[in-house]
């Protein structure tokens, strides 16, 4: 069981460039999420999906895209990268919402440089 | 709106000694409160966290909170920090009835003295 696995661990992309931040998940999860952490902000929430084919805009989601084809992928695309999406990503998941429910669970991170 | 406040963005306390986190939410109605510890380069692990019932809330590695309604607060405690307990600490607020989407407070940097 690995949990919330994600790639790539680091990238350097130039302004304009675009590529994939990939996450799964083999927890069976419903719900996952992308964030961003920039150094002293915390965690922003991008995007979320409660289920395959379902997504939703988070906080901060200019610049970004994501699909939702099956329960265990949740890509999260930058189709222009800018410098201001240097930051870290993490994706996380979590199960259905219940009694001891909505414990989401995170990957290792993207650090991610726009040069 | 949701929010979660960390007053203290670094706090440095020697090995052995106690240790309090402090967090205080707003909110309307009573949310799920979580804490969860960072290590340098790595994904952000859960250390507790409140639904309802019993205010004081048992975790890992040693560390409990205590949910106080009328201060709107969740500080994190330890009794004997740990060098390995260096690490940065995130308080979140999650919406009862959301779909579970978090509210992040700016995280707390924990260094400890030998």
């Known amino acids: 069981n690995a949990g919330v696995t994600q790639t790539p661990k680091f990238r350097i992309l130039k302004i304009g460039q675009s590529m994939t931040l990939q996450c799964t998940q083999d927890?069976?999860?419903?719900?996952m999420y992308w964030y961003r952490q920039d150094p002293g902000m915390g965690l922003k929430l991008i995007y979320y999906?409660?289920?395959?084919?379902?997504?939703d805009k988070g906080e901060v989601p200019n610049g970004y895209n994501v699909s939702r084809s099956t329960t265990e992928d949740f890509p999260l695309r930058l189709e222009l990268a800018a410098p201001s999406q240097t930051s870290v990503y993490f994706c996380?998941?979590?199960?259905?919402?219940?009694?001891?429910?909505?414990?989401?669970?995170f990957g290792p991170g993207t650090r991610l440089t726009v040069l | 709106a949701q929010s979660v406040t960390q007053p203290d963005i670094h706090i440095t306390v020697s090995e052995g000694a106690s240790l309090e986190l402090r967090c205080n939410y707003s909110?309307?109605?009573?949310?799920?409160l979580f804490w969860y510890v960072q290590s340098p380069g790595q994904g952000l692990q859960l250390l507790l966290k409140?639904?309802?019932?019993?205010?004081l809330v048992q975790g890992i590695k040693g560390f409990e909170a205590e949910f106080k309604r009328s201060q709107s607060s969740f500080n994190l405690r330890k009794p004997s920090v740990h060098w390995s307990d260096a690490a940065e600490y995130f308080c979140?607020?999650?919406?009862?009835?959301?779909?579970?989407?978090?509210?992040f407070g700016k995280g707390t940097k924990l260094s400890v003295k030998p």
């Open positions: 979140a607020v999650g919406a009862r009835g959301s779909q579970g989407n978090l509210i």
């Open positions: 927890m069976n999860h419903n719900y």
């Open positions: 996380a998941s979590k199960e259905r919402e219940g009694h001891m429910g909505d414990t989401q669970y």
């Open positions: 409140y639904f309802s019932g019993d205010t």
């Open positions: 909110y309307g109605a009573t949310p799920y």
């Open positions: 999906s409660v289920g395959a084919g379902i997504t």
